[in-house]
């Protein structure tokens, strides 16, 4: 199989691209990235190996869409502008990565005769629903320009499946952390902050009184579950699906600091600010879908997963240290 990763130099896709050059029955990679978000030091360590290829460049440009995918049997489409906050602030720029640019990726997918795609979905697609457990056939109005823009990459996948004999699998990931995941910047996620935090021997905010829960799921198990998605044979009935994929289980943010002190040995209690306007007090996933369907089930839990991100992050700011 030869890979296309969309967004492969990202926290996501490269962790992907990693765990693929590992397998005998990849013999190719190849990522397309625009470097926005994304870094070359993600990649870093694949450059250079005989089934690795790195191509920079923008996925709102189609062309570069089209040459990105020649040869390709799968594209696993990874790329778009992340977090809500930045898609509240620039609406526009958004839209144009995520609709515009997955839009290009999917035709030029087509055009190249690729039949098998599996796109990175989001749990911010159930948007106000108050269902908990989150069921993948139940959602809500979107509360961001960003879970709008998620639900159309599910929307124009099902339009794409029925128009043109391809197929899709969508994997609607819950809160991913791990290494590689940035730490820096305004848009930063809760757990790159707390390690940072946690490392500095500072006290990390905690928005609202930390009852607030996620489904944390570990990057490995993230991997995995596309790596699965990516057996599943053509017009398979798992295939043309959405799956929920997280740990399916629930974590308060007060929960997540008291594990992190403890895996970093770090007395210092968190401080906490009022809740950030648009936050759902509670994200949980159900994965009985991608369990029965594609085998999935999560390999790490959250105590595992904050260990090895730990260990990541202590030795990503040690070498930040030395380069200074
Ligand atoms: P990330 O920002 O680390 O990775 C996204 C990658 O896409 C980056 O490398 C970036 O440079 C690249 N990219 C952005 N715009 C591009 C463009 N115009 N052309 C080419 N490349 C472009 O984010 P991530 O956390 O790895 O997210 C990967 C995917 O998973 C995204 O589609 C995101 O919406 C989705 N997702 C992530 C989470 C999570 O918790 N991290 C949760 C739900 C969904």
């Known amino acids: 199989m030869k890979i296309l990763i969309t967004g492969g130099a990202g926290f996501i ?3 992907l691209a990693e765990a693929l050059l590992s397998r005998d029955d990849i013999t190719y990679v190849r990522v397309l990235d625009d470097l926005s978000t994304g870094f070359r030091h993600n990649i870093n360590d694949l450059i250079g190996h005989p089934k690795f290829e790195f191509v920079q460049g923008d996925i709102r440009d189609y062309d570069t869409c089209v040459k990105a995918c020649k040869g390709m049997d799968i594209v696993s ?3 778009a502008l992340g977090s809500v906050p930045r898609s509240i602030k620039d609406p526009i720029t958004t839209n144009a990565v995520n609709i515009t640019g997955t839009l290009n990726v999917y035709t030029a997918a087509k055009e190249e005769g690729i039949k098998k795609v599996i796109f990175a979905a989001s749990s911010s697609t159930y948007g106000d629903d108050k269902t908990i457990p989150k069921v993948e056939n139940k959602i809500g109005n979107p509360l961001s320009p960003y879970a709008v823009t998620k639900y159309v990459s599910e929307l124009y996948a099902k339009v794409f499946a029925d128009l043109y004999d391809m197929n899709f699998i969508g994997l609607r990931y819950f809160n991913v952390f791990g290494p590689k995941q940035d730490p820096n910047g305004a848009y930063a996620a809760v757990i790159p902050l707390f390690m940072k935090a946690a490392l ?9 009184d930390g009852s607030y829960s996620r489904d944390f799921t570990y990057i490995d198990n993230v991997v995995e579950a596309n790596i699965q998605a990516m057996q599943i044979p053509v017009n398979d009935k798992a295939q043309n699906e959405i799956y929920n994929i997280a740990y399916g289980k629930r974590t308060t943010l007060n929960e997540l600091w008291s ?4 895996v ?7 401080t906490h600010a009022k809740v950030r306007m648009g936050d759902v007090p509670h994200s ?3 994965i009985s879908k991608a369990r029965k369907l594609l085998g999935y089930g999560p390999l790490f ?7 090895y991100s730990f260990e990541w992050y202590k030795e990503y700011y040690n070498r930040k240290i030395e380069n200074c």
């Open 200 to 208: 500095e021997g500072k006290a990390p905010t905690i928005n609202g």
């Open 13 to 15: 896709g490269s962790n």
């Open 301 to 307: 839990d959250v105590k595992k997963g904050l260990f």
């Open 284 to 286: 949980l996933a159900d």
């Open 259 to 262: 594990y992190i002190k403890e």
């Open 264 to 270: 970093s040995k770090t007395a210092v209690a968190a």
């Open 77 to 79: 489409h990874q790329a």
